[in-house]
Protein backbone atom coordinates (compact mmCIF):
# COMPACT_ATOMS: atom_id res chain seq x y z
CA UNK A 1 0.00 0.00 0.00
CA UNK A 2 0.85 3.82 0.26
CA UNK A 3 3.17 5.22 2.43
CA UNK A 4 3.51 9.11 2.97
CA UNK A 5 7.20 10.29 4.59
CA UNK A 6 6.95 14.54 5.49
CA UNK A 7 9.97 16.26 6.68
CA UNK A 8 10.48 18.00 8.43
CA UNK A 9 8.51 17.36 11.68
CA UNK A 10 8.89 20.64 13.28
CA UNK A 11 9.62 23.93 12.21
CA UNK A 12 10.29 27.31 13.75
CA UNK A 13 10.74 30.08 11.30
CA UNK A 14 10.25 34.04 11.68
CA UNK A 15 7.73 35.96 10.79
CA UNK A 16 7.31 36.86 7.09
CA UNK A 17 10.36 33.93 5.86
CA UNK A 18 9.38 31.52 4.09
CA UNK A 19 8.25 27.71 5.01
CA UNK A 20 8.62 24.78 3.33
CA UNK A 21 7.13 21.30 3.38
CA UNK A 22 8.35 17.81 2.09
CA UNK A 23 6.72 14.59 1.60
CA UNK A 24 7.45 11.41 -0.66
CA UNK A 25 5.24 8.82 -1.65
CA UNK A 26 5.52 5.09 -2.99
CA UNK A 27 3.02 3.87 -4.41
CA UNK A 28 3.28 5.35 -8.42
CA UNK A 29 -0.30 5.17 -8.75
CA UNK A 30 -1.27 7.94 -6.53
CA UNK A 31 -2.36 10.64 -8.28
CA UNK A 32 -4.39 13.22 -5.83
CA UNK A 33 -1.71 14.84 -3.00
CA UNK A 34 -3.64 17.36 -0.66
CA UNK A 35 -2.42 19.59 2.18
CA UNK A 36 -4.11 20.19 5.56
CA UNK A 37 -3.53 22.80 8.16
CA UNK A 38 -5.08 21.40 11.65
CA UNK A 39 -5.31 23.48 14.78
CA UNK A 40 -5.04 22.61 18.19
CA UNK A 41 -8.26 20.14 18.76
CA UNK A 42 -10.04 21.40 15.30
CA UNK A 43 -10.40 19.08 11.94
CA UNK A 44 -7.71 18.96 9.42
CA UNK A 45 -8.90 21.57 7.04
CA UNK A 46 -7.31 21.31 2.83
CA UNK A 47 -5.89 24.35 2.20
CA UNK A 48 -4.37 23.25 -1.01
CA UNK A 49 -3.95 20.32 -3.13
CA UNK A 50 -2.39 19.03 -6.53
CA UNK A 51 -3.26 16.33 -8.97
CA UNK A 52 -0.93 14.23 -11.00
CA UNK A 53 -1.05 16.00 -14.35
CA UNK A 54 -0.14 18.89 -12.66
CA UNK A 55 3.33 20.02 -11.40
CA UNK A 56 2.78 23.21 -9.70
CA UNK A 57 -0.22 25.05 -8.19
CA UNK A 58 -0.45 28.34 -6.60
CA UNK A 59 -3.05 29.95 -3.92
CA UNK A 60 -2.07 33.72 -2.69
CA UNK A 61 0.44 32.82 -0.28
CA UNK A 62 0.75 28.46 -0.48
CA UNK A 63 2.30 26.97 -3.36
CA UNK A 64 2.59 23.50 -3.92
CA UNK A 65 4.96 21.17 -6.32
CA UNK A 66 4.83 17.55 -7.87
CA UNK A 67 8.09 15.84 -8.97
CA UNK A 68 5.92 12.54 -9.59
CA UNK A 69 9.29 10.99 -11.37
CA UNK A 70 10.88 11.66 -7.82
CA UNK A 71 7.85 10.49 -6.04
CA UNK A 72 7.64 14.10 -3.55
CA UNK A 73 5.54 16.43 -3.31
CA UNK A 74 6.57 20.36 -1.46
CA UNK A 75 4.15 22.92 0.36
CA UNK A 76 5.51 26.28 0.24
CA UNK A 77 4.51 29.08 2.58
CA UNK A 78 5.46 32.78 1.74
CA UNK A 79 5.14 35.58 3.76
CA UNK A 80 4.57 33.54 7.00
CA UNK A 81 2.09 35.32 9.52
CA UNK A 82 1.29 34.02 13.38
CA UNK A 83 -1.58 32.39 12.31
CA UNK A 84 -0.05 29.97 10.15
CA UNK A 85 1.30 28.38 13.27
CA UNK A 86 -0.32 24.89 12.93
CA UNK A 87 0.55 21.32 12.21
CA UNK A 88 0.65 20.31 8.52
CA UNK A 89 -0.59 17.37 7.04
CA UNK A 90 0.27 15.84 3.29
CA UNK A 91 -1.62 13.22 2.33
CA UNK A 92 -1.72 10.84 -1.04
CA UNK A 93 -4.28 8.92 -2.78
CA UNK A 94 -5.52 7.13 -5.87
CA UNK A 95 -8.32 7.79 -8.13
CA UNK A 96 -12.12 6.47 -7.05
CA UNK A 97 -12.71 5.71 -3.31
CA UNK A 98 -9.16 4.71 -2.21
CA UNK A 99 -8.45 6.68 1.13
CA UNK A 100 -6.04 9.31 1.77
CA UNK A 101 -2.75 8.34 3.49
CA UNK A 102 -1.34 10.88 5.07
CA UNK A 103 2.07 11.67 6.71
CA UNK A 104 2.70 12.17 10.48
CA UNK A 105 2.46 15.70 10.37
CA UNK A 106 4.61 18.52 10.61
CA UNK A 107 4.03 21.47 13.42
CA UNK A 108 5.30 24.91 11.99
CA UNK A 109 5.79 27.75 14.53
CA UNK A 110 6.07 31.51 13.17
CA UNK A 111 7.54 33.73 15.49
CA UNK A 112 6.22 37.21 15.51
CA UNK B 1 -20.13 26.05 5.63
CA UNK B 2 -19.64 22.34 6.82
CA UNK B 3 -19.75 19.57 4.48
CA UNK B 4 -19.13 16.82 6.97
CA UNK B 5 -21.02 16.98 10.08
CA UNK B 6 -19.90 14.63 13.40
CA UNK B 7 -21.67 14.09 16.90
CA UNK B 8 -21.17 14.12 19.44
CA UNK B 9 -18.28 16.35 19.57
CA UNK B 10 -17.24 15.05 23.27
CA UNK B 11 -18.49 12.23 24.62
CA UNK B 12 -17.65 10.75 28.34
CA UNK B 13 -18.51 6.62 29.76
CA UNK B 14 -17.40 4.62 31.71
CA UNK B 15 -15.97 1.55 31.02
CA UNK B 16 -17.21 -1.40 29.42
CA UNK B 17 -20.43 0.80 27.46
CA UNK B 18 -20.32 1.27 24.18
CA UNK B 19 -20.87 4.51 22.20
CA UNK B 20 -21.92 5.79 19.09
CA UNK B 21 -20.29 8.68 16.78
CA UNK B 22 -22.72 9.74 13.62
CA UNK B 23 -21.20 11.16 10.51
CA UNK B 24 -22.89 12.88 7.94
CA UNK B 25 -22.41 14.41 4.32
CA UNK B 26 -24.03 17.28 3.68
CA UNK B 27 -23.62 18.36 0.33
CA UNK B 28 -23.13 15.34 -1.61
CA UNK B 29 -24.10 11.66 -1.54
CA UNK B 30 -21.09 9.76 0.04
CA UNK B 31 -20.85 5.83 -0.91
CA UNK B 32 -17.22 5.55 0.77
CA UNK B 33 -16.58 7.57 4.13
CA UNK B 34 -13.85 6.92 6.10
CA UNK B 35 -13.05 6.94 9.87
CA UNK B 36 -9.81 7.97 11.23
CA UNK B 37 -8.22 7.68 14.91
CA UNK B 38 -6.20 10.74 16.25
CA UNK B 39 -3.78 10.43 19.51
CA UNK B 40 -2.68 13.82 20.41
CA UNK B 41 0.20 15.24 18.72
CA UNK B 42 -0.14 12.60 16.17
CA UNK B 43 -1.36 12.39 12.82
CA UNK B 44 -4.45 11.05 11.27
CA UNK B 45 -4.51 6.96 10.97
CA UNK B 46 -7.22 5.09 9.00
CA UNK B 47 -9.02 3.02 10.88
CA UNK B 48 -11.59 1.29 8.37
CA UNK B 49 -13.68 2.25 5.16
CA UNK B 50 -17.37 2.71 5.24
CA UNK B 51 -19.10 1.26 2.06
CA UNK B 52 -22.44 2.19 1.85
CA UNK B 53 -24.55 -0.76 1.43
CA UNK B 54 -21.86 -3.54 2.72
CA UNK B 55 -19.15 -4.73 4.87
CA UNK B 56 -16.56 -1.87 6.12
CA UNK B 57 -13.37 -2.56 4.99
CA UNK B 58 -10.83 -2.34 8.22
CA UNK B 59 -7.32 -1.40 8.45
CA UNK B 60 -4.82 -3.99 9.79
CA UNK B 61 -5.08 -3.88 13.64
CA UNK B 62 -8.26 -2.53 13.93
CA UNK B 63 -10.86 -5.37 15.46
CA UNK B 64 -13.91 -4.77 13.25
CA UNK B 65 -15.96 -6.30 16.47
CA UNK B 66 -15.24 -4.03 18.46
CA UNK B 67 -14.81 -0.61 16.08
CA UNK B 68 -18.60 -1.48 14.59
CA UNK B 69 -19.24 0.49 11.40
CA UNK B 70 -22.64 1.00 9.81
CA UNK B 71 -23.33 3.03 6.32
CA UNK B 72 -27.04 2.22 5.77
CA UNK B 73 -27.16 5.40 3.55
CA UNK B 74 -25.39 7.73 1.29
CA UNK B 75 -25.19 10.63 3.79
CA UNK B 76 -24.53 8.65 7.01
CA UNK B 77 -22.03 6.36 8.52
CA UNK B 78 -21.68 5.34 12.44
CA UNK B 79 -18.95 4.13 14.80
CA UNK B 80 -20.01 2.37 17.16
CA UNK B 81 -16.97 1.88 20.55
CA UNK B 82 -18.30 -1.26 21.65
CA UNK B 83 -16.94 -2.11 24.97
CA UNK B 84 -15.08 0.67 25.81
CA UNK B 85 -11.75 0.93 27.69
CA UNK B 86 -9.58 3.94 28.84
CA UNK B 87 -7.19 3.28 25.88
CA UNK B 88 -10.00 3.91 23.96
CA UNK B 89 -10.01 7.12 24.58
CA UNK B 90 -9.02 9.08 21.63
CA UNK B 91 -9.70 12.04 19.02
CA UNK B 92 -12.08 10.04 16.32
CA UNK B 93 -12.49 11.78 12.83
CA UNK B 94 -15.10 10.79 9.64
CA UNK B 95 -14.31 11.95 6.30
CA UNK B 96 -15.83 12.10 2.95
CA UNK B 97 -14.80 11.92 -0.53
CA UNK B 98 -16.96 14.08 -2.61
CA UNK B 99 -17.03 12.26 -5.75
CA UNK B 100 -17.08 15.37 -8.03
CA UNK B 101 -13.68 17.22 -7.08
CA UNK B 102 -12.16 13.90 -5.10
CA UNK B 103 -11.28 16.19 -1.88
CA UNK B 104 -11.89 15.15 1.16
CA UNK B 105 -14.07 16.40 3.89
CA UNK B 106 -13.45 15.93 7.44
CA UNK B 107 -16.33 16.11 10.00
CA UNK B 108 -15.24 18.21 13.14
CA UNK B 109 -14.06 15.04 15.53
CA UNK B 110 -15.20 13.87 18.37
CA UNK B 111 -13.08 13.21 21.26
CA UNK B 112 -14.11 10.20 23.62
CA UNK B 113 -13.28 9.73 26.95
CA UNK B 114 -13.49 6.63 28.79
CA UNK B 115 -13.38 6.68 32.42
Known amino acids: GENVEQHPSTLSVQEGDSAVIKCTYSDSASNYFPWYKQELGKRPQLIID?????GEKKDQRIAVTLNKTAKHFSLHITETQPEDSAVYFCAASGSGNTPLVFGKGTRLSVIA | GAVVSQHPSRVICKSGTSVKIECRSL??????MFWYRQFPKKSLMLMAT?????????EQGVEKDKFLINHASLTLSTLTVTSAHPEDSSFYIC???????????FGPGTRLTVT
Open chain 2, 50 to 58: SNEGSKATY
Open chain 1, 50 to 54: IRSNV
Open chain 2, 27 to 32: DFQATT
Open chain 2, 95 to 105: SARDPRSLEQY
